[in-house]
């Protein structure tokens, strides 16, 4: 069906960061949407991660479910974005305890998998709504978006 491909940095073109937005590089952090970024692909996390902080976030990658939620306990996210195929824990059961945690965060789930459908229609039907967002996404794309929640 999917074929899963494996990127090392070197297999990633380089990305041209647009001018920081107003204020991005400025302040003490309290002011800033702090995102949460998760996904068992390091190489994606962090390069997401690294595109919202230049991008007036505070943005930090984790690579599981589980330091995900031991993140957020850490420090609670405005937003979480969240792969939804991971190992041990999805994205979809990941939101969940989240939201249950942390009412006020959003969650945005990420996929570039046809099978996520299946799980969203069941965490739906448990009355859990996520916003989705398909991979791959143009990074300017994923910034409006997530300054428009």
Do not use: C, W
Request: aromatic share 6%.
């Amino acid at each position: 069906m999917f074929e899963q491909v494996r990127l090392s940095p070197a297999d990633v073109p380089p990305y041209a960061f647009p001018e920081p937005a107003n204020g991005a590089e400025e302040g003490n952090g309290h002011n800033r949407l702090r995102v949460l970024v998760v996904d068992d692909e390091a190489l994606i996390a962090s390069t997401v991660a690294t595109i919202l902080n230049h991008n007036g976030f505070e943005a930090e990658a984790v690579y599981s479910g589980e330091d995900a939620l031991a993140a957020a306990r850490r420090t609670p996210p405005d937003i979480v974005l969240s792969d939804v195929l991971m190992p041990r824990m999805s994205g979809v059961e990941l939101g969940m305890q989240l939201r249950r945690e942390y009412p006020l965060a959003r969650i945005v789930l990420f996929s570039g998998q046809a099978a996520t459908a299946e799980m969203m229609r069941k965490a739906q039907g448990d009355g859990h709504q996520f916003e989705l967002i398909a991979k791959p996404i143009h990074p300017d794309e994923l910034v409006a978006k997530l300054r428009g929640l």
